[in-house]
């Protein structure tokens, strides 16, 4: 009796696992990966270039929500350095 059980408990395991890696899959398929860069801000140049992208904006709204959910600050704390 206690061999019947086991397998299937093994049986339950097994299919849960299925399952979990085909929802693993499919949601790599379905979103592209994400790839994140850093750059260091060496001049106000490149500060202003940066602000004017992600500016909260109409025009750059969807640029500015990007950063700050990927961030998760606001666009004001970045700084030179």
Same mark, same amino acid.
């Given at each position: 009796m206690e061999?019947?059980?086991q397998r299937q408990a093994d049986s339950v395991k097994a299919a849960v696992e299925q399952q979990r890696k085909l929802r693993a899959d499919s949601l790599l398929k379905r979103f592209p990966r994400i790839t994140y860069q850093r750059l260091i801000v060496e001049n106000t140049s490149v500060l202003d270039s940066i602000r004017?992208?992600?500016a909260k904006q109409a025009s750059t709204m969807r640029n500015y929500r990007a950063? @700050? @959910?990927l961030?998760?600050?606001?666009i004001y704390f970045v700084r030179l350095g």
């Amino acid at each position: 009796m206690e061999n019947v059980e086991q397998r299937q408990a093994d049986s339950v395991k097994a299919a849960v696992e299925q399952q979990r890696k085909l929802r693993a899959d499919s949601l790599l398929k379905r979103f592209p990966r994400i790839t994140y860069q850093r750059l260091i801000v060496e001049n106000t140049s490149v500060l202003d270039s940066i602000r004017r992208t992600f500016a909260k904006q109409a025009s750059t709204m969807r640029n500015y929500r990007a950063l @700050t @959910t990927l961030n998760r600050k606001d666009i004001y704390f970045v700084r030179l350095g």
